[in-house]
C-alpha cells in the first residue's frame, strides 16, 4: 500500500467510526436541535437552555434557528440528518411543513421530538413536549370573566380579540381555550365585540407579529372605538399584547382596557408593571428543556420514555408530556419570575 492509499483508508475508517458515534472525535451522541426564531425572546432562551441542558447531560449539540422560514428549517433539519445526529427536537415555522425531514429521520432511525408547537400531518413524529396550550387560553379568558365579573356585573363590556399565528398548531387551541370561557358572555350579550371579528382567521396574528398585531388593533380602534370604551383586549401571547398596547398608546383615548399575555417576556413583565399589559402566562422554559432533554435521553437510552398526555396530529396520537402554565400578574411576578431565578431585577428595570 502506497502512503495515499494507507491515508485514505485512514480517512474512510474515520468517516464509518463518524457516522457510527454521530460526533467527530468527541464520541458524545449529538443533538440537533431547531428553533423558529430569534426574533422573539423565549425562543432563543428555550435554545440556550436546551444546549447547556444537553451539554451538561454529555451530548454534543447542533443548534439552529430557522428565520421563521419553514424552507430554512427543512433543510437545516435535513443537514442534522446527515451530519450524525441522533436525535432532533424541532419547533415548527410552520406546523404542516417538515414532513420530508420528519420521513428521513425515521428512515434512519433518528426520532423527532416536537418542541412546545406539534408537529402535524406526519406519523413519524416520535414525542411531544409542550406546555398544556388549551389551559394557556382557558387561564387567559377566566382572567377576563372573573376581572369584569362577568357572572355580576351588569355590563355589557367591550372586548376584542388577538390570536396567534395560523401555522401554528398552538394558536388555535390557546384560542379556543380562551373563547369557550368567553363565549357564553358574548352569546348572551354581556360581551360585546364591537369590531365582530370572533373567528380565529379573523383575528390570527402571521408569525406571531408585533407590528402586524399592532396595525390590525390600530384600524380596529379607528373604525370602533372613537367614542366607545375597549374593556378587555384578550391576546394569546406576549408579542401581540405588545401591539395592541403599542395601538392603544397611540389611537386609544379611553380608559385602559384589561390585556391579556403569555410568555412573560421581558418587554410585556414592564408594560405589566406600568399598567399596560394586565396579565401573562410563565411557561417556564426551563422546565420545558429539562423535560426534553429528559425525553430524549430516555429515548436515546432504551428507556421507558414518561408522558403524561397524547396529541393528535392528524396522523397519530403522539405521546405527549404537557408541562404546567402558570398565572401571572404583577402580584406574583416577584415569587414566579425573580425569586426562581428567571429574571433579574435589573432586567425589568
Ligand atoms: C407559541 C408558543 C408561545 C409563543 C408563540 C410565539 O407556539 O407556545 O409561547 O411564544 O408561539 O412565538
Known sequence: MNAKKILGTILCAVIAITALTGCAGSGKK??????????????????DYMKQKFEAAGYEVDLQYAGNKADTQLSQMENMINSGCKVLVVAAVESTSLGTAIDKAA???????AYDRL???NANVAYYATFDNYKVGQIQG???RDTLDLDNAAGPFNIEFTAGDPGDNNASFFFNGAMDVLKPYIDAGKLVV???QTDFSSVAT????TATAQSRAENIIGSNYADKNIDAW?????STAQGVVNALDSR??????????QDCDIVSVKNMLAGKQTMSVFKDTRTLAERTVTMASQILDGKTVETNNTYNNNAKEVPSYLCDPVFADINNYKQILIDSGYYKEADLA
Not at 30 to 47: E, Y
Not at 252 to 261: S, V
Open 30 to 47: 449529538k443533538v440537533g436541535i431547531s428553533m423558529p426564531t430569534k426574533d422573539l425572546q423565549r425562543w432563543n432562551q428555550d435554545g
Open 107 to 113: 428512515a434512519k432511525n433518528i426520532p423527532v421530538i
Open 119 to 121: 408537529l402535524m400531518d
Open 142 to 144: 377566566e382572567f377576563v
Open 194 to 196: 364591537v369590531s365582530g
Open 206 to 209: 402571521p408569525e406571531w407579529s
Open 234 to 238: 384578550l391576546c394569546s401571547n406576549d
Open 252 to 261: 386609544y383615548n379611553g380608559e385602559w382596557p384589561i390585556i391579556t399575555g
